[in-house]
């Protein structure tokens, strides 16, 4: 067994227990990385079996295809999987998969020139590291600037140059005349080695990303509430706390906690499945009322919080007063034509140093009072 044979193997077993990682890390998760990630490193993988097994496999046109074709197949999967990852209302559309298909068939137009010149070699070599910078250049253009995601944009950056510096060894080497005579060649020794290192290095930096992916996506799970799809009590207040403490100063904090009127009734006369049916809508109109940066959470069996940074008195009554009519004119499934459901909400503004806890107390007691006046009204805390 040749040095370079070895190395084939090595990097065949790399491929394949990537592939399998990748799978298991996301057989049971959304984040679709993971499926493109394992496909590319199967074709890898098979891409340095075929060149292991070139020797005997009786055409040599036909093993430079096979090894391009997977070769290419797996480049094409982490492209791929960088755009519908980085950018997952992207379409290719017909222009998109003409320009890939022109890539295809121009490096496999390379098959057929004159190994070990530099025409074959730019041909065959270019279009890979064209597509792993295009892939580099997603993360870095489209990522929210993780270190998880620079370090993999340099990792393909990487991966590009090698097959760019593969263009130039080729004809400089001169001893890689065939598919067949690549075992024994000094560029084989290269070439495997530096793809066992970026094999694994770009390996452990799509995996720590999927990782990533897959622990956010399991937190966000945690962390919101599985019947109004707002968040829990544990968590709207940990970030409530969070965006309190990073608050500017003379910023107002809006706080409006919301009680469903005559909620134990709706249970009662209509079953627990119409009173879930309530959460879950008042839930939709919830964060259908509230900013992309003001937070939802349920923090009792029928009472929600609002918190809205950089309010004033007029935008959170505004708000409050919205929620409110939208509650109030809403039809609820489960519960008789013409059964109006309505909230009492109570508003305060986070005095400058003021407690988050202190403004909740006065939000709360605002509550109270609409509650006392007759319900499906908004008070607004003194102070």
């Given at each position: 067994m040749t040095d370079a044979t070895f190395l084939l193997l090595i990097n065949c077993a790399i491929g394949l227990t990537f592939a399998a990682a990748f799978l298991a890390v996301s057989r049971r998760s959304s984040v679709r990385l993971g499926r493109w990630c394992a496909a590319a490193f199967a074709c890898a993988a098979a891409t340095v079996l075929i060149e292991a097994l070139a020797p005997g496999i009786p055409s040599v046109r036909l093993a430079s295809t096979l090894s391009f074709?997977?070769?290419?197949?797996?480049v094409f999967f982490i492209a791929a999987g960088m755009l519908r990852h980085y950018r997952p209302a992207s379409r290719l559309g017909w222009p998109g998969a003409a320009a890939l298909l022109a890539v295809a068939f121009t490096a496999l137009a390379g098959v057929d020139l004159p190994r070990g010149g530099w025409a074959q070699a730019l041909?065959?070599?270019?279009?890979?590291?064209?597509?792993?910078a295009f892939a580099a250049g997603t993360v870095l253009r489209h990522s929210p600037g993780r270190a998880v995601?620079?370090?993999?944009?340099?990792?393909?950056?990487?991966?590009?140059l090698q097959f760019a510096a593969k263009a130039v060894l080729i004809p400089l080497d001169g001893a890689d005349n065939g598919v067949r005579d690549y075992l024994t060649s000094a560029y084989a020794r290269y070439s495997q080695t530096a793809g066992s290192i970026l094999s694994l290095m770009l390996g452990v930096a799509l995996l720590a990303l999927v990782v990533t992916e897959v622990i956010a996506e399991a937190t966000g799970r945690l962390e919101r509430d599985g019947l109004s799809g707002v968040l829990t009590r544990t968590a709207f207040f940990e970030r409530a706390e969070r965006l309190a403490d990073a608050a500017p100063p003379g910023s107002g904090i809006g706080l409006l906690i919301c009680d469903l009127d005559h909620f134990k009734a709706i249970n009662d006369r209509f079953g627990h499945s119409a009173g879930d049916e309530v959460i879950r809508r008042f839930g939709a109109v919830l964060a259908s009322c509230a900013g992309p940066a003001d937070l939802c959470g349920r923090i009792g069996g029928e009472e929600f919080c609002l918190l809205m940074p950089a309010a004033d008195a007029a935008s959170l009554l505004r708000v409050a007063q919205r929620l409110r009519e939208a509650t109030e004119h809403l039809s609820w499934p489960g519960l008789p034509p013409g059964h109006r459901v309505t909230t009492s909400l109570g508003a305060a503004l986070a005095a400058q140093g003021e407690p988050l806890a202190t403004a909740l107390r006065r939000a709360d007691m605002a509550l109270y009072r609409a509650k006392a006046e007759g319900r499906n009204r908004v008070q607004l805390a003194e102070g």
């Amino acid at each position: 067994m040749t040095d370079a044979t070895f190395l084939l193997l090595i990097n065949c077993a790399i491929g394949l227990t990537f592939a399998a990682a990748f799978l298991a890390v996301s057989r049971r998760s959304s984040v679709r990385l993971g499926r493109w990630c394992a496909a590319a490193f199967a074709c890898a993988a098979a891409t340095v079996l075929i060149e292991a097994l070139a020797p005997g496999i009786p055409s040599v046109r036909l093993a430079s295809t096979l090894s391009f074709g997977s070769l290419m197949a797996a480049v094409f999967f982490i492209a791929a999987g960088m755009l519908r990852h980085y950018r997952p209302a992207s379409r290719l559309g017909w222009p998109g998969a003409a320009a890939l298909l022109a890539v295809a068939f121009t490096a496999l137009a390379g098959v057929d020139l004159p190994r070990g010149g530099w025409a074959q070699a730019l041909t065959y070599q270019l279009p890979f590291a064209a597509m792993l910078a295009f892939a580099a250049g997603t993360v870095l253009r489209h990522s929210p600037g993780r270190a998880v995601d620079l370090v993999l944009a340099g990792v393909l950056g990487l991966c590009a140059l090698q097959f760019a510096a593969k263009a130039v060894l080729i004809p400089l080497d001169g001893a890689d005349n065939g598919v067949r005579d690549y075992l024994t060649s000094a560029y084989a020794r290269y070439s495997q080695t530096a793809g066992s290192i970026l094999s694994l290095m770009l390996g452990v930096a799509l995996l720590a990303l999927v990782v990533t992916e897959v622990i956010a996506e399991a937190t966000g799970r945690l962390e919101r509430d599985g019947l109004s799809g707002v968040l829990t009590r544990t968590a709207f207040f940990e970030r409530a706390e969070r965006l309190a403490d990073a608050a500017p100063p003379g910023s107002g904090i809006g706080l409006l906690i919301c009680d469903l009127d005559h909620f134990k009734a709706i249970n009662d006369r209509f079953g627990h499945s119409a009173g879930d049916e309530v959460i879950r809508r008042f839930g939709a109109v919830l964060a259908s009322c509230a900013g992309p940066a003001d937070l939802c959470g349920r923090i009792g069996g029928e009472e929600f919080c609002l918190l809205m940074p950089a309010a004033d008195a007029a935008s959170l009554l505004r708000v409050a007063q919205r929620l409110r009519e939208a509650t109030e004119h809403l039809s609820w499934p489960g519960l008789p034509p013409g059964h109006r459901v309505t909230t009492s909400l109570g508003a305060a503004l986070a005095a400058q140093g003021e407690p988050l806890a202190t403004a909740l107390r006065r939000a709360d007691m605002a509550l109270y009072r609409a509650k006392a006046e007759g319900r499906n009204r908004v008070q607004l805390a003194e102070g």
